[in-house]
């Protein structure tokens, strides 16, 4: 059994905030500025250049995904780290439609996150082949795969609403029609156990800022079916991908496997934050973070639900379609986060009119709920939310 209380205390959590947006951007591992600061000093301070070989830089990326593998249900030597979720959704995306080069449709829902739909557009017009991206209400989605779509590009759970699609259901209707599946992991991976191979799942991308709490702009990471490893032609063909990088070979040869899926120059001092970020989930059992964040989960539904009637939960109130958040609805969404916030309960809002709360089970407990419930509840009563300040919109919402 993991204890919670143990892994709460590895974080760095200031005094008196109940955070509940771990989904945006997950909290300051305690370890991680000491881990740091010994890559600062000891390694670049100290070994300069040379600390490529010495501190073995050159292969912190798939060592970190080697580390991320099973908490997505990957095998070793199938995930790599770097770049950001958009370059690698994108890595995904052109690696699949090459692989379907007589099919010309991309099929996505409605309530995916932007970023993926603009970089899908993007790769579109670049490669110029009439391809269509076509998206569809998320509940529609398995009713249109048909024979013409070459890549499902799915993200697994909508950011907004915290709904959750059937991975395995989906993607064997996918394998069935003939065509691969790509899953967007953003709001997944270190969110409850995911089964990549179990599901037979083609491609897979996310970035480890959210539930994997290493740090804003921290790496993204990828996942290529073993598979599919030998057949990828990348599209993205930066010399850290190439097979041998220091040959300095004018002409690009795909590297071995994963390494493929590498770009550039790996974010070192972002990969220290990641190792110690990592460092935390040794010993997690998935299934009993996924308990308790059913638990909790299900505890804010109830006690917001009779504390707060004239807020709507926008989240499936079954647990089996659900991540690990719960969002709520009310035209006034802004200005009432906004007064949560002021109060030490950190949750953040997207446009129309929703307020979403990560509830991360590393690091949130029942007494966390508690406090959101009496403190949105205090907020409703009052209408405190009704003031100018709160309504100003920031560039982050
Ligand atoms: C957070 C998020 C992203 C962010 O992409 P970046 O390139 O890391 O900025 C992409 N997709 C989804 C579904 C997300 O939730």
């Not at 970020?277 to 964040?293: C, E, F, N, Q, Y």
Request: net charge negative.
């Amino acid at each position: 059994m993991t204890d919670f209380a143990a892994t709460r205390a590895l974080f760095d959590l200031p005094e008196g905030i109940v955070y509940l947006d771990g989904n945006s951007l997950g909290p300051l591992p305690g370890a991680a500025p000491d881990r740091v600061a010994r890559t600062l000093r000891d390694e670049w301070g100290a070994q300069l250049i040379t600390a490529w070989n010495k501190a073995g830089w050159m292969a912190w990326p798939s060592r970190l995904g080697d580390r991320i593998a099973p908490l997505i249900g990957a095998a070793p030597g199938t995930v790599t780290t770097g770049d950001t979720l958009s370059l690698k959704m994108v890595q995904c995306l052109a690696a699949a439609l090459d692989m379907r080069p007589d099919r010309r449709v991309i099929l996505s829902d409605s309530g995916n996150f932007p970023t993926d739909l603009y970089m899908a557009e993007g790769l579109v017009r670049t490669l110029d082949r009439g391809h269509e991206i076509r998206t569809v209400p998320p509940e529609e989605v398995a009713e249109h795969i048909g024979e013409d779509v070459a890549a499902l590009m799915l993200t697994e759970v909508d950011y907004r609403t915290g709904r959750r699609h059937d991975m395995a259901a989906l993607t064997a209707r996918a394998h069935e029609a003939g065509a691969l599946a790509i899953w967007d992991l953003a709001h997944s991976a270190g969110a409850f156990p995911v089964d990549l191979a179990g599901a037979g799942a083609d491609f897979a991308a996310g970035c480890t800022y959210k539930y994997l709490n290493a740090g804003p702009g921290a790496p993204a990471f990828i996942y290529v079916a073993p598979e599919h490893q030998a057949r990828v032609a990348p599209l993205l063909s930066g010399w850290l991908g190439h097979a041998a990088p220091f040959d300095f070979d004018p002409a690009y040869r795909p590297g071995a496997g994963i390494e493929r899926m590498r770009i550039g120059t790996p974010a070192i001092l972002q990969m220290a934050a990641l190792e110690a970020a990592l460092d935390i989930w040794d010993g997690v059992d998935m299934a009993a973070l996924r308990a308790r964040s059913v638990d909790l989960c299900e505890a804010f539904i109830a006690g917001v639900e009779a504390a707060c009637p004239a807020l709507t939960l926008a989240s499936p109130r079954e647990a089996d379609r659900r991540g690990s958040q719960v969002s709520f609805r009310h035209p006034e969404g802004y200005a009432i986060m906004q007064a949560l916030i002021a109060r030490g309960v950190i949750g953040d809002f997207r446009a129309p009119d929703i307020l979403r709360f990560g509830i991360a089970p590393l690091y949130v407990g029942m007494e966390d709920i508690d406090r959101a419930v009496e403190t949105l509840a205090t907020i409703m009563d009052g209408a405190l939310w009704d003031r100018a300040e709160y309504k100003a919109r920031a560039a982050v919402t």
